[in-house]
């Protein structure tokens, strides 16, 4: 009797250690992952460069057909020749290197407060992200609302940014629960108080799909 209990002691105590060492392995892992995702938060020296690629090459990806903007540096000029204007964010990215460009939009002032910028896609879908190619002075993104066919509108985005760029081109992505309807126009408010300097946005893209 007293060996089968010894025994079963035994396999008790080695069902404990094991379990212990199961919860060891969780802990583990989990730090593990906490500690891969820290990084995010600071742009690296080539995201934007692979991000880039990634964008251009999505099938559920739309650019811009049409602009608008609270303000521009272009004034009252428009199209593409105009440098600085809201349909400079229209089409693919084409602003190749970090600072002021005039292929991307930007604001009439540089630090006035609240600007916003609006686009418009071919293809209404049901979208699930927003990506803006941010090319001087980024981070001003504060709000991103969607108009859907119906003239609705859903805020998909609001809050203040907190993230390093360190004078780098970056990619501004949101990605929320897929919309309950098909959305065609994207608006932005950037906060551009809140960042110093031309907040200055090259290209948007809106993802989704017409199912
Ligand atoms: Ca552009």
């Given amino acids: 009797m007293r060996t089968i209990l010894q025994i079963a002691v035994i396999g008790m105590a080695v069902l404990v250690s094991s379990c212990g060492n199961e919860k060891k392995e969780e802990n583990k892992t989990d730090k593990d992952t906490t500690k891969t995702e820290k990084p995010k938060k600071e742009v690296k020296k080539d995201e934007a460069a692979s991000m880039d690629k990634e964008f251009k090459a999505d099938k559920n990806g739309q650019w811009a057909i049409a602009a608008q903007a609270s303000s521009s540096y272009a004034g009252t000029k428009t199209g593409k020749t105009a440098s600085w204007s809201a349909d400079q964010m229209i089409g693919k990215p084409d602003v190749e290197k970090y600072g002021d460009n005039g292929n991307a939009w930007a604001s009439m002032e540089q630090d006035l ?99």
Avoid at 123 to 143: D, L, S, W
Avoid at 152 to 174: C, H, L, R
Avoid at 201 to 206: E, G, K, T
């Fill in 113 to 211: 407060g609240n600007e916003w910028v609006m686009l418009s896609y071919e293809k209404p879908v049901y979208a699930t992200e927003v990506r803006i190619r941010m090319t001087y002075n980024p981070g001003a993104v504060a709000r991103v609302e969607l108009r859907d066919v119906n003239g609705q509108i859903v805020e998909v985005y609001n809050a203040k940014d907190t993230k390093k760029y360190n004078g780098k081109i970056a990619w501004f992505v949101t990605t929320f629960e897929k919309t309950k309807t098909l959305v065609k126009d994207v608006k932005i408010t950037l906060d551009s108080k809140g960042v110093t300097g031309w907040n200055e946005i090259d290209a948007v893209q809106l993802v989704g799909t017409a199912e």
